[in-house]
């Protein structure tokens, strides 16, 4: 008996047609198709195997920052995510290298969510 994976990371949001257009737009993540649930959300791909899932009608405070609650993923290129948010005109992230040299940038959901991109190494500077 083992755990083989993180399946999904599932989210509260408030107002859930914004939360997909940012998922969508902002970090381009492909949308799935989601059971008939009796509750409003959406899901979508988070990687290769991973998915990430959206619970609408949120009605409570979020709570998430960078040294607390928030959810990373992988990346190969920083450079390339900061340039697509310049393009799009989002600016509310934050680029950082922890000190291990690994490169993070961190943004917030319109809920304030915090979202980390990482990459292992940052040689994409």
């Known amino acids: 008996m083992k755990i083989f994976e993180l399946n999904h990371v ?3 949001v408030k107002d859930l047609e914004a939360s997909c257009r940012f998922y969508r737009e902002v970090l381009r993540l492909e949308p799935l198709a989601r059971p008939a649930f009796d509750f409003p959300g959406a899901w ?8 990430l899932h959206l ?6 405070p979020v709570v998430s920052n960078r040294q607390g609650n928030h959810f990373a993923a992988l990346t190969d290129d920083l450079d390339g995510w900061e340039k697509h ?8 992230y934050i680029r950082k290298e922890r000190p291990d040299g690994a490169g993070q ?3 917030e959901d319109p809920d304030g969510h915090v979202v980390e991109l ?8």
């Open 10 to 12: 599932a989210i509260h």
């Open 44 to 51: 979508f791909r988070l990687g290769a195997q991973q998915e």
């Open 55 to 60: 619970i609408g009608d949120r009605d409570q």
């Open 85 to 92: 948010f310049q393009r799009i005109g989002f600016s509310r």
């Open 105 to 107: 940038i961190f943004l």
């Open 118 to 125: 990482c990459m292992k190494n940052s040689e994409s500077k």
